[in-house]
């Protein structure tokens, strides 16, 4: 009932910058959290960062200071500002986000994944 398209991955030198997106659609009343999260091959998923609606985010500690999330909530879009991207970065980054439904459920979406691969 939602579908979360994500968009903007691809290859970067070190040092370079990349935007992610992620747009949400479907049955949505409203949208409170919404976050990227990585995995690297080998890795388990962490919380890159989150956000919510009334503005509070919060960062891992390898990615502060770097790393910018925000959020059109009209458009029910995230996006996600890497810049001084490190090798170590490369994963594929989903988005998440907490959906309250028109029919009063909640529930937590992913998107599909977007591939980020910091190489020289």
């Known amino acids: 009932q939602v579908q979360l398209v994500e968009s903007g991955g691809g290859l970067v030198q070190p040092g370079g910058s990349l935007r992610l997106s992620c747009a949400a659609s479907?049955?949505?009343?409203?949208?409170?959290?919404m976050g990227w999260y990585r995995q690297a091959p080998g890795k388990q998923r962490e919380l890159v960062a989150g956000a919510t609606s009334g503005g509070s985010t919060n960062y891992a500690d390898s990615v502060k200071g770097r790393f910018t999330i925000s959020r059109d909530n009209a458009k029910n879009t995230v996006y996600l500002q890497m810049n001084s991207l490190k090798p170590e970065d490369t994963a594929v980054y989903y988005c998440?986000?907490?959906?309250?439904?028109?029919?009063?459920?909640?529930?937590?979406?992913w998107g599909q994944g977007t591939q980020v691969t910091v190489s020289s």
């Open positions: 998440n986000a907490d959906v309250r439904l028109w029919n009063g459920v909640r529930d937590d979406y």
């Open positions: 479907g049955r949505i009343f409203s949208i409170d959290g």
